[in-house]
């Protein structure tokens, strides 16, 4: 038991070490005596400097028109601009300057700027040109204190604080809130300045306003209610005379009238008049109750300044406050009654206390302090890589180095759009996998939207598409990228859902199944139908896939680009035969008559052949794929197919421009004929079509030759890809030779 009640004491004795080590140090501010950087470090009155916040509230002067009104105006947009008016206020009063970087890191933000509010004044903070001053204050820029629950007692006087006032929304607890006769829930976030003093310096500050002369009712009205608190608090006894708070709030946010300036004293409602123990002050422990109805004081203030006449709850257990009476003498004993209660049961409800808050954003005061012969300029600042290289923040500027420029396994991705009405870009760092960055490479078949085997690739969203080979600065990545856009899949799988401007490129035998091109970029449309000849009595199918091909009229070859040679592919056409057009051939009869035929590619055992027929099921004048384009699948009477002549390196092309002989060019195109497979005894090694003729519409002679160049050149790149295999093939196999004969060497 000795020893339990040992280990209980030394617990307690170390709680209230920590607790009073911790209890002074959370944080500090700035006082307004000294400004600027250490380049135009100088010392002033802080009244000329409250006077100047004075004069842009009166004067309803915006305040970010400069710097940063894109900010404003994004701001604007989702709610309100109260954090960018805020922050430039308080550095404009400290005359720091904000640099181009400052702007940029603030701006790229956008409308998430209340989110990461915290971060932004650390990052401001840590700026260079803040070091004078942080020296000057006694500041510790390497601890940035977010002070969830203000706590009035801990805050030094005659200082500069940016505060946050607002509520917590409590779907159980419901409050709302009555202004200009309108019941709404009383839900709301501010930020503004606030500068904490005492009756003394508000006296101060209201003197140093009194030889203007103005007759701007604002101002007068301003001035009215400084004077009321002053008066208000000389009749009280001289200790809240002398220690008590008063706070000047500076709100510099709202655009046009709603800007205000305004004091809360220690008699406001509710008055903190009985538990104000000025021997107590900085006593936080004793003092909880001080703190939470200055917290509430704060923000009743505020309701009441924009014109909020009234507080009260949907299910009734509160009686309705009445904002406009609060500090108003009752006459009739029973009101006075009624209204103490009123008052106290809203002060004593804990969901109340709770919905309110007020926080501060404050940097740690040094502890030790600095001593006086040391140089501001040795101040030691947190890096750039704490605010730079996250998750949502610029990308560091390691290019010249070669450095990462995002921690972690986030991305760089450049140019991002903050403000589709600017044409600032900004380069952000984001998490993989999104829109725009490398996809994810899994092992795993969770996420089986694309695939390259052995390994998955993935994006984080189902309608994210990994698109393989993407040039970006100079090297290919698999980058993710929305569905129906260039390049991707289809929306779905029956071809629907690109972007305006492109087409469903469909090929139902690929892992893809379909992906969204621009036209201009197809040489050969596939379309689903099935393709049948009579064989024996029997229709059979001549298309594996159920596809036929055929030349795309919107086609425009870039002549400064190649080909994009998967669409299709050449395994792709291989399944489905390719319509080349309606010409004309020589019978090879005594008569030689030259004869209409539709000209088609078929593909069997890895050999291309060329087809003429004549369709059975077409309409009789009909021409064109647009008669193959009917109802029911299309059934072709062959009159001959021939062997295509294999490419080689001997016979780089298997078509030429004009007859055999070369002549016509610009009417005959000739096919070169394979003569070991039969057609030597018909005394054919060329096919010579002609693609004009006075009694029949022919098909135009470019489709022939651009969906002709198009097959010759997929196949010129299967035939480089074979002969690349065969050389490493060989090589692999010399090394092998090489490796058992002299391994024992």
Same mark, same amino acid.
């Given at each position: ?47 000329? %400097?409250?006077?100047?916040? @004075?004069?842009?509230? #009166? ?27 805020? %922050? ?21 933000? /956008?409308?998430?700027? +209340? ?19 942080? @020296? ?24 500069? $604080? ?33 500068? +904490? ?42 200790? %809240? ?18 800007? +205000? ?126 605010? $730079? ?12 180095? /070669? ?66 080979? #993407? ?83 919107? &086609? ?35 008569? +030689? ?16 052949? %060329? ?16 008669? &193959? ?25 298997? &078509? ?29 090694? $060329? ?59």
């Amino acid at each position: 038991m000795l020893k339990y009640l040992c280990f209980i004491i030394l617990g307690i004795v170390l709680f209230l070490l920590w607790n009073h080590i911790n209890r002074f140090s959370i944080g500090n501010q700035y006082d307004l005596s000294y400004t600027g950087t250490d380049v135009s470090f100088t010392q002033g009155d802080p009244n000329d %400097i409250l006077k100047d916040l @004075f004069n842009k509230v #009166v004067n309803r002067e915006e305040v970010c028109s400069r710097d940063f009104a894109e900010c404003s105006t994004i701001m604007l947009g989702v709610g309100g601009d109260c954090q960018i008016n805020t %922050i430039v206020g308080l550095y404009g009063a400290l005359n720091i300057p904000f640099s181009p970087d400052d702007k940029r890191y603030i701006n790229s933000f /956008g409308v998430n700027l +209340k989110t990461v509010i915290e971060d932004v004044y650390d990052y401001l903070t840590n700026r260079p040109s803040m070091k004078k001053l942080l @020296f000057q204050n006694n500041l510790d820029p390497q601890v940035y204190w977010y002070m969830a629950q203000l706590r009035s007692n801990l805050l030094p006087k005659n200082k500069l $604080y940016p505060v946050y006032l607002g509520t917590y929304h409590r779907p159980d607890n419901k409050f709302t809130k009555t202004k200009e006769g309108i019941t709404k829930e009383l839900l709301y976030g501010h930020n503004l300045l606030m500068y +904490k003093t005492d009756l003394g310096g508000l006296r101060s500050f209201v003197s140093s306003l009194l030889p203007f002369v103005d007759v701007l009712e604002r101002r007068q009205s301003i001035l009215t209610g400084l004077n009321a608190s002053i008066q208000l608090l000389e009749r009280e006894d001289a200790n %809240i005379q002398t220690n008590g708070n008063v706070c000047l709030m500076i709100d510099l946010c709202p655009a046009g009238p709603g800007k +205000k300036f305004y004091a809360v004293t220690e008699l406001d409602y509710p008055s903190t008049v009985a538990s104000f123990d000025s021997r107590r002050a900085a006593d936080v422990e004793s003092n909880v109750e001080y703190n939470i109805l200055w917290k509430l004081k704060l923000n009743i203030a505020h309701e009441i300044q924009f014109g909020t006449t009234s507080f009260n709850t949907t299910d009734g257990r509160l009686p309705e406050l009445d904002l406009t009476q609060l500090n108003q003498l009752q006459s009739d004993p029973d009101d006075l009654l009624r209204a103490r209660q009123v008052k106290r049961a809203w002060l004593n409800d804990e969901a109340f206390q709770d919905l309110l808050s007020v926080k501060a954003y404050l940097p740690t005061k040094k502890d030790p302090p600095y001593t006086g012969d040391y140089n501001p300029q040795n101040v030691q600042l947190k890096p750039p890589t704490k605010f $730079y290289g996250k998750l949502d923040r610029l990308c560091l500027d390691t290019r010249d180095t /070669g450095a990462a420029r995002c921690n972690d396994d986030l991305y760089c991705k450049e140019g991002i759009v903050i403000n589709p009405d600017s044409a600032e870009r900004y380069d952000m760092c984001v998490e993989r996998g999104t829109e725009g960055t490398p996809c994810i490479r899994n092992t795993s078949d969770l996420y089986m939207w694309t695939f390259d085997e052995p390994e998955y690739w993935q994006c984080s969203e189902p309608q994210l598409y990994c698109k393989k080979d #993407v040039l970006l600065d100079g090297s290919k990545i698999n980058m993710c990228v929305e569905r129906g856009t260039e390049g991707a899949t289809c929306r779905d799988e029956l071809g629907n859902g690109c972007n305006p401007g492109l087409d469903c490129l469909i090929d139902y035998n690929s892992r893809d199944r379909n992906l969204c091109v621009n036209s201009r970029d197809i040489v050969l449309n596939s379309i689903p139908k099935i393709v049948l000849k009579e064989q024996d009595g029997v229709l059979i199918q001549i298309n594996q896939s159920g596809l036929i091909y055929a030349y795309n009229p919107g &086609f425009r070859k870039d002549p400064r680009m190649p080909y994009r040679y998967y669409l299709p592919s050449l395994n792709q056409l291989k399944q489905g035969i390719i319509y080349l057009g309606d010409y004309q051939k020589q019978s090879t009869g005594m008569s +030689k008559r030259w004869q209409q035929r539709s000209f088609f590619l078929e593909w069997d055992n890895s050999r291309c052949y %060329i087809m003429y027929c004549e369709p059975i099921n077409r309409p009789t004048g009909s021409t064109g794929i647009q008669a &193959f384009v009917t109802e029911g699948n299309i059934v072709l009477d062959i009159k001959d197919r021939l062997e295509i002549i294999h490419l080689s390196e001997h016979f780089p092309n298997f &078509f030429q421009l004009g007859k055999n002989d070369a002549t016509e060019t610009d009417l005959y195109v000739t096919i070169l004929l394979n003569d070991t497979r039969g057609n030597a005894s018909k005394g054919m090694t $060329y096919l010579e079509i002609s693609t004009s003729s006075r009694i029949d519409d022919l098909t135009p002679e470019y489709h022939l030759v651009q969906a002709l160049n198009y097959v010759e050149v997929l196949l010129g790149l299967e035939q480089q890809k074979q002969r690349e295999e065969q050389q490493g093939l060989c090589s692999a196999i010399v090394a092998g030779v090489a490796s058992q004969r002299f391994g024992d060497l």
